[in-house]
């Protein structure tokens, strides 16, 4: 009779007559509590219903009448996974797995959510189980494209994602991950556009999947096509105005757009934050002041490695003063190396948050009672800024890694100084009060001996050699038009493009097309490879006489980096901070000469100095002197700086 009344009840279900089929589970449970069927037939309904924590309260009291179901173990995970309850969730697919072995159902699950959780081996390993059973499993080589792309594996990405489509060919996300491995094969010819075809394959088919159409922003990027691809990331909002991906991405192109202001820069960010982070009342920190104790700092950054803001953070961390400072780390860094090393040395504690979530890492904050906590990343890659928005220390301070407001109200200060952010003119586009640090917000150390500063190039090249190794994404059209009326004004000059995207060959060739069309030869340019930190990237610099900066987001790294080894940098003063950060490290080593107030500035002062051979030549011997003896190159003087400024704030908002 029960079972008779559970397939009833299920074929009404199956049917979508879920009132019914409920109903009908219902009563068979008030004649036997314990039917494990019905147990489990009404943890479905409620999972239909939204009620999760009824479905699984349902299910469990199924498994605990018969533990050896592999269906009841099998749903139970998937309802948990859902939730966010990864672990438990993979924990019922295993004993699924164990109790139903060689089922394609359960290890397609189990391989998805172990590739889920970063488990990518045993993630590979239950996918080839999989298929060895039924080798043309679209799904599971759908998960095992993904897999192999985790893995850094590109070529076997391709080779099963190229298979997954011809067995699932309406599948969006098996054109997308084909186009991953392609995008990240992006030194061989033609990959680019190939991952760029596939991604609008995807949405061909569902013109609103947003993974394919933020990736598809991603791949035109790394193509040069600025413009397009803001145009993706804004569609992706539109769709999804929750997908932070595509906001940061969408926000982080906006800073390379020669046509946006400080105001309108500052709506955008203020629109992100308003749509992105809702804001119901938070149980903000608050930590109670004691005297007798040291200020709590902790320091939030993906960059605890051979990167560019490395570079600015060694000061604080070798000298900081630990009779009244304690350092915290949180660190997102996603590939340790040595300089990761040396920063976990060089603090009290150190926490890695890359398999963190938010709360976990918020509640770590609290509990760590932090009384500064700094965000060093701002919306750039491998950021938590979502940390910050639930304001988990009372004091929230942005700085270094990002070159504007943030837009983001919990963070309370952003860190700057008087001629990147002038007093009257930025302190309106800001949600964070500014603080100027007098003399620069800057200090460059370096964790490796400084390369030698050779000769001139110009001595034995007989022409002058200008050179920009700035991030490629900088250099708009207008610096290629600027940079090549310099190189029709300095005749015979040359000029060295560097930098990670003109590894791409359709990049190279779209960037001397581009110079074509102002009349420059492509026997004049040069493109050199981005080198790796430990190929000792600095003695390139020994290749140029003078480093153009780009516009409007000027270089900061790629500056200090030309200054130390003697080469001068001519910049642009602009009209919002990245525009202006130039211009403040040239006026803090004393060069004010090479900063250019309008495009015919610039191009004079380059074609000037360029004529100049005995004034390049002291520049060579004096510019890394110059610099160390700035107030940049005091490490010691601007951790000083830099710690009473955290004891101003500190004492403000508790003393």
């Not at 533990?67 to 295993?94: C, M, Q, S, V, W």
């Not at 096509?225 to 539109?238: D, M, Q, S, W, Y």
């Not at 595509?246 to 960010?269: G, I, K, R, V």
């Not at 610039?602 to 030549?617: F, T």
């Amino acid at each position: 009779m029960a079972h008779a009344e559970i397939n009833r009840a299920l074929k009404l279900h199956q049917e979508g007559n879920i009132d019914e089929a409920e109903e009908l589970y219902l009563e068979i449970l008030s004649r036997d509590p314990k039917n494990q069927d019905a147990l489990h037939f009404l943890g479905l309904v409620s999972k239909q219903r939204g009620s999760i924590h009824l479905a699984i309260e349902y299910i469990t009291r199924a498994i605990s009448i018969e533990p050896g179901r592999a269906t009841f173990h099998y749903n139970i995970g998937l309802i948990l996974a859902e939730t966010g309850d990864l672990k438990r969730g993979r924990n019922a697919l295993e004993i699924a797995d164990e109790l139903k072995p060689g089922s394609t159902e359960i290890l397609l699950s189990l391989g998805m959510l172990q590739g889920r959780m970063g488990d990518n081996e045993i993630a590979e390993s239950t996918f080839n189980k999989l298929l060895d059973i039924d080798p043309d499993n679209g799904p599971a080589l759908i998960g095992l494209t993904a897999v192999f792309n985790s893995l850094d594996r590109y070529e076997d990405a391709e080779r099963v994602g190229y298979k997954s489509t011809q067995l699932v060919p309406n599948s969006c996300e098996a054109w997308t991950n084909l186009g991953n491995a392609l995008h990240k094969q992006s030194k061989k010819a033609g990959s680019l556009e190939e991952a760029e075809k596939y991604f609008r394959q995807a949405l061909k088919i569902n013109p609103e999947y947003t993974t394919a159409l933020f990736n598809l922003g991603n791949v035109l990027n790394d193509q040069w096509f600025n413009g397009e691809a803001l145009k993706c990331f804004e569609r992706v909002i539109k769709i999804d105005p929750n997908y932070s991906f595509a906001w940061q991405s969408f926000l982080m192109n906006l800073l390379y757009d020669p046509n946006q202001t400080e105001e309108t820069l500052f709506d955008y960010h203020k629109k992100w934050a308003s749509n992105y982070y809702l804001r119901p009342l938070l149980n903000e920190a608050s930590n109670e002041t004691k005297k007798t104790r040291r200020i709590r700092i902790g320091y939030v950054s993906p960059d605890f490695r051979r990167h560019s803001c490395a570079y600015f953070l060694k000061s604080i961390f070798e000298y900081y003063n630990n009779l009244e400072f304690e350092i915290y780390v949180y660190s997102n860094v996603k590939k340790p190396d040595y300089i990761t090393s040396w920063f976990r040395d060089h603090c009290d504690s150190w926490f890695d948050i890359t398999q963190r979530t938010d709360q976990e890492v918020v509640d770590n904050i609290k509990n760590n009672k932090i009384d500064i906590l700094v965000d060093l990343a701002g919306l750039s890659n491998g950021n938590r800024i979502s940390v910050f928005a639930q304001k988990p220390a009372p004091i929230q301070v942005s700085w270094l890694g990002y070159p504007g407001t943030i837009g983001l109200s919990e963070i309370n200060y952003r860190i700057t100084d008087n001629i990147a952010d002038p007093e009257g003119l930025s302190d309106k586009h800001h949600v964070e009060k500014l603080i100027r640090l007098d003399g620069g917000f800057h200090c460059y150390s370096a964790y490796e001996k400084l390369p030698e500063v050779k000769s001139l190039p110009q001595k034995r090249n007989k022409f002058i050699t200008f050179g920009s190794f700035n991030n490629i994404l900088k250099i708009s059209h207008d610096v290629i038009k600027t940079w090549s009326d310099i190189l029709n004004l300095v005749k015979e000059s040359h000029l060295i493009i560097k930098g990670r995207m003109v590894d791409y060959p359709c990049v190279r060739e779209r960037i001397r097309n581009e110079f074509s069309q102002h009349n420059i030869s492509s026997d004049r340019m040069e493109f050199m490879e981005w080198v790796p930190k430990d190929q000792s990237p600095l003695e390139k610099y020994n290749s140029i006489d003078i480093a153009l900066d780009t516009f409007p987001y000027n270089g900061t790294t790629t500056s200090f980096e030309a200054l130390v080894m003697g080469v001068p940098v001519i910049t642009l003063r602009g009209s919002r901070h990245a525009a202006r950060v130039g211009a403040s490290i040239m006026t803090r080593i004393g060069c004010t000469e090479l900063i250019g107030e309008s495009k015919s500035q610039y191009i004079q002062i380059a074609g000037s100095l360029a004529n100049d051979i005995s004034r390049l030549q002291r520049y060579r011997e004096n510019l890394r002197t110059n610099l160390e003896k700035s107030t940049y190159g005091n490490p010691r003087e601007f951790t000083k700086k830099f710690e009473k400024t955290f004891k101003n704030l500190y004492e403000n908002k508790y003393l």
